[in-house]
């Protein structure tokens, strides 16, 4: 498994696990003007030449949020979500912090990023739709606890 910066030849795969996975996925055009938006880091896992995952984030002024984490059906419990991760935080060590929100329910990636220490620090009432559900906010401070 090889992890390359999502570009124009491998939006459109990441487009369709983001379309597999979310009920309210970005679309292809949003992954499309993301390639030319200078805070935005597309991190893509690359197997057998097939796009099987990607995570997306923002960094901004040091820190970092995560937008979206994926991995396609038939490549899960293989360390895909886990190596992606490591990953970007490698590439963006000097940032201070990282955040993001995650379904209450979703309890695969709660503990993935609960293994990466990532802490809840508050929650959204029905902050997600299709279904209506709340999301917990998670935070990991990065410099000095990496
Ligand atoms: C969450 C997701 C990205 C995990 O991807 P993955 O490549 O299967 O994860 P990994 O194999 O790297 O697993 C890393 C850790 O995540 C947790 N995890 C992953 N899948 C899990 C599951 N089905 N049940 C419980 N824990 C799980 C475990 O802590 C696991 O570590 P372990 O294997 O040592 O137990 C994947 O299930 C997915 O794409 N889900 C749909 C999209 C989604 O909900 N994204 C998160 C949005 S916030």
């Known amino acids: 498994m090889q992890i390359v910066q999502m570009n124009e030849q491998n939006y459109k795969q990441v487009a369709m696990i983001e379309a597999e996975c979310f009920s309210q996925p970005w679309s292809e055009k ?25 995570l997306s984030v923002w960094e901004v002024c040091g820190e970092v949020n995560i ?57 959204r009432k029905n902050f997600y739709s299709l279904p209506t559900e709340d999301a917990l906010l998670y935070t990991k401070i990065l410099n000095g606890e990496n």
């Not at 949003?30 to 390639?35: H, R, S």
């Not at 030319?36 to 880091?41: F, Q």
């Not at 990953?87 to 912090?97: I, K």
């Not at 955040?99 to 802490?119: D, H, M, P, Q, T």
């Open 30 to 54: 949003t992954f499309y003007e993301e390639l030319s938006n200078a805070n935005a880091h597309t991190f893509v896992a690359v197997e057998n030449g097939e796009a099987a995952g990607f």
């Open 67 to 123: 937008n979206n984490i994926a991995v396609r059906e038939r490549f899960r419990r293989k360390g895909i979500a886990r190596a992606l991760l490591q990953h970007m935080l490698d590439e963006l060590s000097s940032a201070y912090s990282a955040a993001l929100e995650v379904r209450r329910s979703n309890a695969s990636a709660i503990a993935l990023y609960e293994s990466f220490g990532f802490k809840c620090v508050g929650q």
